[in-house]
């Protein structure tokens, strides 16, 4: 990485013979001119900056309806939803910016917002008072987008930095925001013009945060995990305000959270868009992936070679990817989560690959396909593979089912996985199938011990903050979108398990969306699930 404008003393402020503190010290590799004469020289003889602005995001009009949604459930109090902050990765390097989900949802932005930024729903007088004359909550509590009452509560106030002139410091001096490290970033006009909100300076924040605060004026939440400065910020002006603040805020600022993953529980035809979007790129990094097998099996690390393809398509495809791939070749398929990805991959086993690719809008598609890396299952292989393929049918029937509770959904894949290991006499002794699906059984989850779905969009586990009965106990809706993700994992040393089945490990995932009508539809469909469209597919891509 480029680390410094000159590394000439002389040009340098720096006092060589000052001591100086460890942060300070950060700096000692970079040396940046700071005489005005410089100041003056780099500030000048620039072309004029681009006088047109930028077109509306997509996804602005959805986020005006989101927006009135999330301001229905609290009128009267201002909201607070940080994009957050840069993270470090190590010393000065940080990682790639990725806005807060709420921030993204509620903004309407995607990969390219910026850092620091901070969205405000501020509690609009007129419905402030009529709400609170009324004693009348503008909202059936739903969590609905698009819900809400129909009278705006809020209005919307975007504060970030925008960018610094030419002639700042900033300007070549700051390598986290300046334009010469950084790039070009957007003036109050542009973000405007994108966003369709109004904005401000994030400099204006503390006072616009401040402004009528208190017990009998305005009451803050904020989103408390995205940013912590921004969390701190606002406890110093509740603190200020006699407002409570820290702990004593805690279920305040919960229960907006809470009423930002529930507003996501069902998606707009947007969003269920951008969704299907990062299916299909995920499906062409399967592919590459794919294509890379016979790299991976001449490479003492194949499944790097693995990981790497689809990595590659993410990146080219999309903003990146929604989370860590598992790349897990033969008995690394039976650990849930391994994203080591540093074995072997060998002719004769199968590969449980577990990917997706994050799209600029920064919708996650999640999908897992078990391949068999020389293209053809054995008999012991197909026997698990078709048994999970069961209980995925099983679990997407049942999905299609009028009234059917997100939680269903697991029991009817477990109905299977239950039967499938009582036919192997896998079941502890005189245990039947359905002894085993009652709560003082489930022996069956010794070999799946994950849920079988959960819900999908701008995080991979979307809506984690909902309520319960939002989520698992609730049913299913038109716009929801979630996985069915049944597996068996038969660990090498199990020796509870058939000796021919031993480091085999399968799960097939889907990610499928409630269509209007109340029908459930695989988003995944055109990526090859079944025992023959598996071969296939492996054999037209690699012969
Ligand atoms: N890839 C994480 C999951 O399937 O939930
Ligand atoms: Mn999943
Ligand atoms: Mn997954």
Redesign the pocket.
């Known amino acids: 990485m480029t680390d410094s404008v000159s590394d000439s003393p002389a040009t340098s402020a720096v006092d060589a013979e000052a001591p100086q503190t460890l942060a300070e010290r950060g700096n000692n590799r970079s040396h940046r001119p700071t005489n005005q004469a410089f100041r003056d020289f780099i500030g000048s003889g620039w072309g004029p900056r681009p006088d047109t602005l930028p077109a509306r995001n997509e996804a602005a009009p959805w986020a005006v309806a989101r927006r009135e949604a999330l301001g229905a459930r609290f009128p009267g109090d201002r909201l607070v939803i940080p994009a957050g902050a840069l993270v470090t990765r190590n010393n000065d390097c940080d990682y790639r910016f990725r806005p807060h989900s709420a921030f993204a949802h509620l903004a309407g932005t995607g990969a390219d917002f910026e850092p620091d930024a901070v969205l405000v729903l501020e509690p609009l007088a007129a419905g402030n008072a009529s709400a609170k004359a009324s004693g009348v909550v503008a909202t059936d509590d739903s969590g609905d987008t698009g819900k809400a009452a129909g009278v705006p509560t809020h209005e919307a106030v975007l504060y970030f930095r925008p960018r610094a002139s030419r002639s700042s410091e900033e300007f070549y001096a700051d390598p986290r925001y300046g334009e010469l490290w950084v790039g070009q970033r957007p003036s109050i006009d542009e973000v405007e013009a994108a966003t369709g909100i109004r904005c401000a300076h994030i400099d204006s924040l503390p006072d616009a945060l401040a402004k009528d605060a208190g017990p009998d004026g305005v009451q803050l939440r904020v989103v408390a995990q995205a940013d912590a400065a921004v969390t701190a910020l606002v406890d110093r002006v509740r603190t200020a305000a006699g407002l409570a603040a820290g702990q004593d805020a805690q279920q305040v600022d919960d229960a907006l959270a809470e009423a930002t993953s529930e507003l996501r529980l069902t998606k707009d035809p947007w969003e269920v868009d951008q969704l299907q979007r990062a299916v299909d790129a995920t499906r062409a990094g399967f592919d590459d992936l794919i294509r890379s097998i016979p790299r991976a099996t001449g490479h003492w690390r194949g499944e790097r070679v693995l990981e790497g393809a689809f990595g590659a398509k993410a990146r080219e495809e999309g903003n990146g990817l929604?989370?860590e791939t598992?790349a897990a070749a033969g008995n690394h398929a039976n650990t849930l989560?391994w994203i080591n990805n540093d074995g072997a991959v060998r002719p004769g086993e199968l590969v449980l690959v577990?990917?997706?690719v994050e799209i600029d809008s920064l919708y996650t598609a999640?999908v897992?396909r078990t391949i068999p890396v020389d293209g053809r299952f054995t008999a012991p292989q197909r026997r698990v593979y078709q048994a999970v393929l069961d209980a995925a049918d099983a679990a997407f029937a049942r999905a299609n089912t009028p009234g059917c509770r997100f939680r269903d959904v697991h029991t009817a894949a477990m109905e299977v996985i239950a039967a499938r290991l009582e036919e192997w006499g896998m079941l502890p002794d005189g245990v039947t199938a359905a002894d085993a699906l009652g709560p003082d059984g489930q022996f069956h989850r010794r070999w799946m011990v994950?849920g079988t779905s959960?819900h999908l969009g701008l995080d991979?586990?979307d809506c984690a903050q909902a309520r319960r009965e939002m989520s698992m106990e609730a049913e299913l809706r038109p716009g929801m979108v979630f996985?069915i993700?049944p597996g068996l994992y038969f660990r090498a040393d199990d020796l509870l398990v058939p000796e021919e089945l031993r480091g085999i490990g399968v799960?097939i995932?889907d990610d499928v969306v409630v269509d209007p009508d109340g029908s459930v539809r695989r988003l995944t469909q055109a990526i090859p699930r079944t025992v023959e469209e598996v071969e296939a597919w492996v054999s037209g891509l690699i012969g």
Do not use: F
């Open positions: 929604g989370y598992i989560h577990d990917a997706g999640d897992t994950h959960h991979v586990h996985t993700e799960r995932e």
